[in-house]
């Protein structure tokens, strides 16, 4: 099979960029929905699949907590990506020019200095590389968009400002899924491992379940709820921990998580990416 990465989104989207940079040389595949990303793992179409799950500016991306669980992929590495915006035009135009920015709303949330530095009034588009797409069938000088330096290469476009985001830090975190399991060696460094569970319905329990990674010197670098089935009383906990599951002080933790838990379910342990050691002083 070709080494091929799916993806949400058309060709030049942030999570195209992360394919492109985390597996250079293998083909990326659009896809219209993340479910149809881990639809063409799973078919065979694609190796991989790279699912945005956190953004440092918007948070987490709820669709991928959601749909993950229960894909039947395993989560098999991590990749950070810095969104760098640029503002996007046919030939032609200029700043003096522009009217109108189209793109989606949380990049547009996120460009807000230069909407108004320009005098620009924003559209919202279903996707940045979709703006990109539009603006560049459509032509003009009075359209931009917000979007990535390669969906103006893919699409024709004039780069007319880049980095134009008003946070230097808007970073992207991805979980990289595959059909199956890649488990580290036991004594690999670095390992971070990802899993869900629900607590049992009885007082203190979500305390308890995890006062065993505290105990055990284990760090927990996210914890995420959310509902179940529109259910408020059925909550669902994603997180991740530094360590391998076969580490004492982690298979410790994860056993007393276990007894005070209804259900948990390791999604997946790999390699942390560099971005991750960076700020973690363990680079």
């Not at 539009?134 to 359209?143: H, K, N, P, T, Y």
């Amino acid at each position: 099979m070709t080494d091929t990465i799916a993806f949400q989104g058309l060709s030049g989207a942030y999570s195209d960029l992360a394919c492109r940079d985390a597996y250079p040389g293998w083909t990326t595949l659009p896809c219209p929905s993340f479910e149809a990303a881990m639809d063409a793992v799973r078919a065979g179409q694609a190796r991989l699949a790279m699912l945005p799950c956190e953004n440092s500016l918007a948070g987490r991306v709820p669709d991928i907590h959601r749909l993950l669980p229960d894909s039947g992929l395993s989560v098999v590495g991590e990749h950070f990506e810095r969104v760098e915006h640029c503002l996007l035009a046919p030939r032609g135009a200029s700043l003096a020019t522009l009217r109108r920015a189209h793109s989606h709303p949380v990049a547009l949330g996120q460009v807000r200095n230069i909407l108004r530095e320009l005098h620009l009034e924003p559209v919202i588009e279903a996707d940045t590389a979709g703006a990109a797409h539009l603006i560049a069938e459509r032509g003009g000088v009075e359209d931009a968009a917000i979007a990535s330096a390669l969906a103006a290469e893919i699409y024709g476009l004039e780069i007319l400002r880049r980095n134009v985001e008003d946070a230097a830090h808007n970073t992207t975190r991805f979980y990289v899924c595959a059909l199956e399991s890649r488990l580290p060696p036991a004594d690999a460094p670095d390992c971070v491992t990802t899993f869900v569970f629900r607590v049992r319905n009885i007082p203190a329990a979500l305390y308890k379940a995890l006062g065993g990674f505290a105990t055990n010197g284990v760090n927990m670098t996210k914890l995420e709820s959310y509902m179940l089935d529109g259910e408020f009383t059925a909550t669902q906990f994603l997180a991740d921990v530094d360590g391998h599951p076969e580490q004492p002080a982690v298979r410790r933790a994860l056993e007393e998580l276990e007894f005070f838990s209804r259900e948990m379910r390791v999604l997946g342990t790999y390699p942390a990416h560099r971005y991750r050691l960076e700020h973690q002083g363990r680079a």
